[in-house]
Nanobody, 115 residues
Framework: QVQLVESGGGLVQAGGSLNLSCAAS????????MGWYRQAPGKQRELVATITGGQHTNYADSVKGRFTVSRDNAKNTVFLQMNSLKPEDTAVYYCNRDIAGVVIWGQGTQVTVSS
């Protein structure tokens, strides 16, 4: 059974940084598109960033220039480096794995940015 486990969330002051990790079990990690999403209280889940098996990346406009998504295929892990954090970045952050439209989600990790 494939599992995704996020870690690295926490409480940080505005302007600070956090690095989220998502470790994936199972096979075919190298060909998977991995994504980071977030959901703030009372809001819909939204895309933060994605990275394909070919290392192509895509970012939400709200995080461009501040967040960087990367992956280590040898460790089946995807990362989200978050810099210059803002209070509006506060949310539960989820990673997901998409292989040919079959999507699996992690359980999420809380990120709280204080002003």
């Amino acid at each position: 059974q494939v599992q995704l486990v996020e870690s690295g969330g926490g409480l940080v002051q505005a302007g600070g940084s956090l690095n989220l990790s998502c470790a994936a079990s199972g096979s075919f990690f190298r060909i998977a598109t991995m994504g980071w999403y977030r959901q703030a209280p009372g809001k819909q889940r939204e895309l933060v960033a994605t990275i394909t098996g070919g290392q192509h990346t895509n970012y939400a406009d709200s995080v461009k220039g501040r967040f960087t998504v990367s992956r280590d295929n040898a460790k089946n892990t995807v990362f989200l480096q978050m810099n210059s954090l803002k209070p509006e970045d506060t949310a539960v952050y989820y990673c997901n794995r998409d292989i040919a439209g079959v999507v699996i989600w992690g359980q999420g990790t809380q990120v709280t940015v204080s002003s």
